[in-house]
């Protein structure tokens, strides 16, 4: 199984960045997947996680109404689009897939990683 995550750069702030995750080796029929982020220094923070239909999802306060989190399951794609992006998202991006139908913003219930794209916003 490999979740391959890209789609990050840099960019300014106040532009956009559409991250996408391909999933490969086996479908995640069923199961939540999310997007984390780990800026220099700091934990892994939770940024948003999608039910297996699209229709449930879940973001952090800080990217409210700034990013949508998106799935083709067909595809096997998770995305993530970033607008109005600020200096304080500049992190690593990883997608993740847990077991299991219920939507949940924990990373330790995600068993399967990405291994990361690096999103960089300047002022």
């Known amino acids: 199984v490999q979740l391959q995550a890209s789609g990050g750069g840099l960019v300014q702030a106040g532009g956009s960045l559409r991250l996408s995750c391909a999933v490969s080796?086996?479908?995640?029929?069923?199961?939540?997947m999310g997007w984390f982020r780990q800026a220099p220094g700091k934990e892994r923070e939770f940024v948003a996680v999608i039910s297996w239909s699209g229709g449930s999802t879940s973001y952090a306060d800080s990217v409210k109404g700034r990013f949508t989190i998106s799935r083709d399951n067909a595809g096997n794609t998770l995305y993530l689009q970033m607008n109005s992006l600020k200096p304080e998202d500049t992190a690593v991006y990883y997608c993740a897939a847990k077991r299991g139908v219920a939507i949940t913003t924990t990373p330790s219930l995600y068993a399967y990683w990405g291994q990361g794209t690096l999103v960089t916003v300047s002022s």
């Open positions: 080796g086996r479908t995640f029929e069923g199961n939540a």
